[in-house]
């Protein structure tokens, strides 16, 4: 067992995750814990500039998966890891099911494929939780129009996210324990005091 924990932010894009991932990692603090907050693809120099690559380039889907993997790695390697080997909470804005659900799904690449890649990159690294944040897609859609220019898969079809939304949820089905669905669709007090609730019940095992 490590002694910190890792705690993954998903949903479709407008599910609203991005707003609760700050104030989450302010009520930790307040508990005492040094946390750190992150998103992929991202949260080192270099993926953060493949994050460029990968939201303003269009490239063949094995590409994407690829570079999504790489960015990955190296964020594991650099942030993830060393942050849960000092004891610290790391809180990052979506990892590995992302590329489930919107490679898998979205872009309909053969999950084997990318089970091949989540083996080879973080075997033996899985979130401690994963609060998955739900929205129906004209809730989601709303949400980015009000919002700045989309980028590259915020473009897409509503028939992709519906396939990004529908892995999103077949993977609450198979790892029930981990993944937390959180209704998007409330008030932001009402979807904070669940999302410290679900947080909450980690301290426990610390
Ligand atoms: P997002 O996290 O929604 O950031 P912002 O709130 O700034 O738009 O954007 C990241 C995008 O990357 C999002 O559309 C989902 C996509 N993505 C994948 O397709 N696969 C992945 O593995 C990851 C991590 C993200």
């Not at 999504?68 to 909470?89: S, T, V, Y």
């Amino acid at each position: 067992m490590l002694p910190g924990k890792f705690i993954s932010f998903e949903g479709v894009d407008g599910a609203g995750k991005s707003t609760h991932v700050e104030a989450v990692a302010q009520y930790l603090r307040d508990r005492g814990l040094n946390v750190v907050t992150t998103r992929e693809p991202g949260g080192t120099p270099l993926g953060e500039k493949l994050r460029e690559l990968l939201l303003h380039e269009s490239m063949h889907l094995e590409t994407e998966a690829l570079l999504m993997f790489a960015a990955r790695r190296e964020h594991i390697a650099k942030i993830i890891l060393p942050a849960i080997h000092r004891g610290d909470w790391v809180i990052s804005d979506r990892f590995t099911d992302a590329s489930f659900a919107y490679q898998g799904g979205g872009r309909r690449l053969a999950l084997d494929k990318l089970q091949s890649l989540e083996q080879w990159v973080h075997a033996d690294l899985q979130p401690d939780l994963t609060l998955l944040f739900d929205v129906p897609l004209e809730v989601a859609r709303e949400r980015l129009s009000a919002g700045r220019a989309l980028d590259k898969f915020e473009q897409e079809k509503d028939d992709f996210f519906e396939r990004v939304r529908e892995v999103y949820l077949m993977r609450v089905r198979s790892f029930p324990s981990r993944i937390k669905i959180i209704d998007g669709t409330r008030p932001v007090a009402e979807v904070s005091a669940q999302v410290e609730h679900d947080v909450t019940a980690l301290l426990g095992g610390q």
